[in-house]
């Protein structure tokens, strides 16, 4: 793991060595008196070079064996306790090889979501069902003009849980057949993602639900779910895309290229939303390219995730994220295109119509 | 719920209403169009009011329909995208009373842990079995030294996973007979409180085995396993009193006593452990007392949960931890009583003594 510690040039030595002790044994060294544990449990401080004033990159040698194989443990080894101490930042997340197999990564990764969107090369685009508060109806007719206009990937807003105005299974029936109507008339099948929320429970029976009904990928918040939840929709139970959502991933103090793209990708997400830059929220193009390298990069043997750009990004902008991204993406535009009012396929169409013009661009 | 933004003056009535619209509709006002929507889904801005410079206090009422009575989606509305926002914290976090009463708090609460314990009144003494890396057998001996010395909760290092070399049951047996142990020694049942830990079937299944195998409590790290995971270990399956512990719960955008204060206790914790001040973490006292007092107000209809400071905490110190905290806490000192090496028992014997002396002095 590496990681970012604020501390005086004369105190940063310490400070890791602590670090290295909290996150496993949590114990100073002199109570640390079986061997095995000195030996194959105790992190090891790699290197610390300075980061800028007043602090330093800290790279943090875990051995495998604490980490038990365990998604939840290896969070816990990572940043359990670490998470509590202001002067530490994660920035990298960086398990060895055996216990990437072990965790899995992603089922099918961008290349599987690119064959359950039937666009298996350059940018894909997608949208989402929104606001909270609507009838099944009322979203469907929305997910049915999306898919009309060519779409690929139509998800609910990550706010729709199993309301009582809303109920999951009615949602899914009604979004379901409205992307059947949309796909006799065009002759090409949009994705649908519900989005599935709650305790362990409810979720499973949503999941095996959408399964059962038809719906191409499934939309999930890792960090309100829990991570290890992830990782057990990922591996367990029916094999579904897994569009993963940013919410309540943020705060400064975990790198969001070591959060959205090393350890969503690692615990099984398929394709990451996450804030771009100029939007509504505050991430700099800097850290966006971050995650997209994360997510795409080779890390073996687990497959690519496709970054979701997103975040009140304008129609007018889709060319301009192609050229930031290149074609491995897909660019989630909502709010943008409600603003259209009754134009909304018009301008759902423009929006398709933008990123196939701004791909074969870039191709030519 | 209540938020800090910062902003300028002349800007914080816009992000305030952004606010409202983000954690509900994730839509511009303007494109919200449905009444129903409009009247019973958008949050609305209650009150601003200066927080220090350039920062303000910024109470949003959410329409209780938003949150469809489910712990993730509450944590959605009340966090989500906010979390993202890098000028957002979250301040306090105050349902209204149906929503407590339907996400239903701790099944047993400060005072069904005391009963766990045979300890009715006064403060209660805790410690860990560490460090990560010994086997079952050394774990237990060292629980029963700290059960013969008379510590009331002994509970797992939260780094105790299932490993390889430390299985979850295997060590489940070998402390539990290590508590009987002790109690035919002493004539007093210490409870033994396991750490449960990985994706949610795993959790299920060691719950299970440690309900069956007669353990007196859990501990569980919520933010590593998912806060909705807690409530459904608080409100399903086999009721046993939770400890939830703070590992991974850090970062300065969530106030620490919303967090392990309101949401902990409202999802289902009975005991609540946390960085008291002055120990290895960076809380000041002040955080650590709203944090308590989070956990021990009267908040119907939940029952109040029993804070647990630790973190570092000398046995020097419990003395003044009683005196700041009055007879409603539990003191865990672990790493402390392993300083004293083969001295293990009398200075456990120590701790326990001191608290029972300051608490004797309290009631004077």
Known sequence: MVYRIEAATSEVEARAEALALEQTVELPRGCVRDPFVEREIVGRVE?????????????IDYPAATTASDPAQLLNVAFGNASLQEHVTLLDVQPPAPLRETLGGPRFGAAGLRTAAGRLEGPLTCTALKPLGLGPQALAARCETFARAGVDVIKDDHG???????RFEARLLACRAAIERAA??????????????????????????????????????????????????????????????PAFGGGPRVAPSALFGRLFRLYGADAVIYPHWGGRFGYSARTCAAIATAL????????????????????????????????????????????AGDALLERSRGFVASVRAAAEEGIE
């Open 47 to 59: 290197s610390i070079e300075p980061d800028g004033e007043g602090a330093f990159r800290v790279a």
């Open 160 to 166: 729709l849980a199993d309301h009582p105005f809303c």
């Open 184 to 245: 006799d008339a065009t002759g090409r099948r949009a994705v649908y993602a519900p989005s599935v929320t709650g305790s362990p429970d409810r979720v499973r029976r949503q999941i095996d639900r959408a399964a059962a009904l038809g719906a191409g990928a499934i939309l999930v918040a890792p960090m309100l779910l829990g991570l290890p939840v992830l990782h057990q929709l990922a591996h367990d139970g029916p094999a579904l895309p897994i569009l993963a959502h």
């Open 296 to 339: 795409r990069e080779t890390w073996k043997p687990l497959r690519p995730a496709l970054p979701v750009p997103a975040g009140g990004m304008d129609v007018e902008r889709a060319a301009e994220l192609v050229r930031f991204y290149g074609g491995e993406v897909m660019l989630l535009i909502g709010g943008s295109l409600y603003e």
